[in-house]
């Protein structure tokens, strides 16, 4: 079995804060208690296989004596809903048949902060990919005066998959065109997302040195390089608005990349795996994707050529702002795309991988026909790496 990778951030509480927290009955004036979570409440894990996940409760002060913490999972609907509005997440309940707690209550021991860990054995079989699970858990009492700051008694243990499928092969002059695109009036947009997987054999070495990846020329265009730019790094491309990346890329390496457009506030957003790299304000002309410069929206190429040399995967366009977290959540897969296409503006979706190819799984018709050499890898490649 593989090593889980566990990513928990502990919750540190000043004692100069401790007086503001003690009520007229006194119960917190030997502290507080909570789990053990980053800023959103999260304590999240990556599954390879089925195995354990620990996770644990600590106090804001060392405890004199042994305190027993309480705690229950909670299977309440709208306590779930509730935290995937407010952190613009869309996790699915953990089935209880896939998860099993060893306890429900924890120890801290008389000297220590941190409870003793507990383990909660994870069964990912059947996890639909693309989606995220949660257990949300609430802390119920503990066998002293401490407790929890009321509406801060809950956490949420988040179970991410690694995802493995096939990646298309682009070597230069292959690429994808969607013709149903032009003139669409759907993709005359005051927002937008768009964003994809990529990975780069080798950069463009003749003058503009551009690396096209996603978009139309001289509308809205994801690319590598420019003579305005070093050939590794990446741009976006368009009328009214251009940004290039602070970051340079290496080859053979993938990343998820996405640009995030506000035609109504003018802003303009480029993330690298989900962390902001390099913003700037746009022109009033708003986003067409429906356009045509030489070449149509296309993946991997742009002008009738520069052509991207590597591979390409999880291509999608949003007629919405998407969130850093939604970035990051959503880069592997979608467990649902018609219903994200009817809910939440998701105009094209792109697997790019054996099975689907160029299809659009929106079933908004915006299919992707292939040209050149275009192949596909075995169902090997993970997300994330």
Not at 16 to 39: P, T
Not at 341 to 364: F, I
Request: hydrophobic share 40%; proline share 4%; net charge negative.
């Amino acid at each position: 079995m593989k090593k889980i990778i566990i990513a928990l951030s502990a919750i540190t509480l000043l004692a100069a804060c401790q007086k503001s927290l003690i009520d007229s009955e006194g119960l917190y004036e030997n502290g507080i208690v909570a789990f053990q979570s980053n800023e959103s409440g999260e304590m999240a894990a990556f599954l390879e296989t089925s195995g354990p996940v620990t996770f644990t409760i600590a106090s804001s002060v060392k405890v004199d004596k042994d305190v027993t913490v309480n705690f229950e999972p909670v299977r309440d609907t709208a306590v779930l809903a509730a935290f995937n509005q407010a952190q613009g997440t869309n996790y699915w309940f953990l089935p209880e048949a896939n998860v099993t707690l060893n306890k429900k209550n924890t120890v801290i021991k008389a000297g220590s902060a941190v409870s003793e860990p507990v383990t909660a054995d994870v069964n990912i079989d059947g996890f639909k990919n693309g989606v995220i699970y949660c257990l949300p858990l609430k802390i119920t009492g503990t066998s002293t005066s401490q407790r929890p700051v009321p509406g801060e008694e809950y956490a949420f243990l988040v179970i991410r998959g690694y995802v493995y499928a096939s990646a298309a092969n682009l070597p230069g002059g292959s690429y994808f065109e969607m013709p149903t695109t032009v003139s669409d009036p759907a993709l005359s947009l005051e927002v937008c997302t768009m964003e994809i997987r990529v990975k780069a054999n080798s950069w463009a070495s003749a003058n503009p040195f551009i690396s096209s990846v996603i978009g139309v020329e001289e509308n809205f265009l994801l690319r590598f390089g420019d003579i305005s730019c070093d050939p590794n790094q990446l741009q976006l491309a368009g009328q009214g608005v251009s940004i290039t990346s602070k970051a340079h890329f290496d080859t053979g390496k993938w990343y998820h990349i996405a640009v995030v457009a506000d035609g109504i506030k003018q802003t303009c957003d480029l993330y690298i795996n989900g962390e902001l790299d390099s913003s700037t304000p746009m022109g009033g002309k708003g986003i067409n994707l429906g356009k045509v410069y030489n070449s149509k929206f296309a993946i991997g190429m742009s002008e009738k050529g520069r052509y991207l040399n590597g591979q390409v995967s999880e291509a999608r366009v949003w007629g919405r702002l998407l969130s850093p977290t939604e970035l990051v959540n959503g880069q592997c897969s979608i467990a649902d795309p018609v219903k994200e296409a009817r809910e939440n503006k998701l105009l094209g979706y792109w697997k790019l991988d054996a099975e689907n190819r160029g299809k659009d799984l929106t079933g908004n018709g915006y299919d992707g026909i292939a040209h050149g050499s275009v192949t596909y890898t075995e169902a090997n490649i993970r997300c994330p790496e």
